[in-house]
């Protein structure tokens, strides 16, 4: 579906399970086929690139490829279950410095912000990755994240993006792009948050859904 309003459906021909959201960025979007003969399918303008052909990573994977761009190139992130990251560029070939490997499982999408991969493993170890394979790894404790989310936000306008990481509890933790805790967190909450001025004082308000189902709004610093 198209800013206008229009719609356009495409056809796919996958033997294996869609089992998350596809990916998308601007007029791209990337799938996830899961089994051992799926593999990353990309579009752009609803077409799927290389020919047909998916990239077909080496072990199982949970959620969706990440799109993101860096010096107006498109790029494609994926991380297996057992840890094993990819870049890939446009044409679906693996760049420099990748497929590297991190310790743990992964269930959890990969996000991109301020010029970072960051990944979620399973006990709560939030790894940031840089393109040249680099990496910085935070332990959040008492953290399990089977299921959950990691959310990128500029969410008090400062032109950096701060990661929000949620797990199968109900708390939120916020980091800087460089790793640093934010101050007013964690707090209750689980999955995505939603980042709004709801008072007035032209500074956004955090809104996120507790699990038993209640929508809490927290002001941050």
Do not use: W
């Not at 206008?4 to 998308?24: C, R």
């Not at 992964?106 to 991109?112: D, G, K, M, N, R």
């Not at 990496?135 to 989310?149: M, R």
Request: glycine content about 10%.
């Amino acid at each position: 579906i198209n800013s206008d309003g229009n719609e356009a459906y495409v056809e796919t021909n996958f033997e294996g399970a869609i089992q998350a959201s596809p990916s998308v960025l601007d007029n791209y979007f990337a799938i996830y086929e899961k089994g051992f003969l799926g593999g990353i399918h990309l579009y752009k303008d609803g077409i799927e690139l290389n020919n047909g052909e998916p990239f077909i990573p080496d072990g199982i994977g949970f959620g969706s490829p990440c799109l993101f761009k860096k010096a107006h190139n498109l790029y494609i992130a994926f991380i297996t279950q057992d840890g094993l990251l990819y870049i890939l560029d446009d044409q679906l070939q693996t760049v420099t410095n990748f497929p590297m490997r991190l310790e743990g499982l992964f269930y959890v999408t990969l996000t991109y912000a301020d010029g970072y991969l960051f990944a979620l493993s399973s006990t709560g170890s939030l790894t940031r990755i840089s393109l040249d394979g680099s990496t910085l790894e935070v332990e959040i404790p008492y953290f399990k994240a089977k299921t959950g989310a990691v959310t990128a936000a500029d969410y008090n306008n400062d032109s950096k993006q701060e990661i929000f990481v949620s797990g199968e509890g109900n708390t939120v933790y916020g980091f800087t792009s460089f790793m640093e805790m934010i101050e007013d967190l964690p707090v209750s909450g689980y999955n995505e948050p939603v980042f709004l001025d709801i008072t007035g004082d032209k500074k956004n308000n955090m809104l996120i859904l507790s699990i038993d189902n209640y929508l809490n709004a927290y002001k941050l610093n």
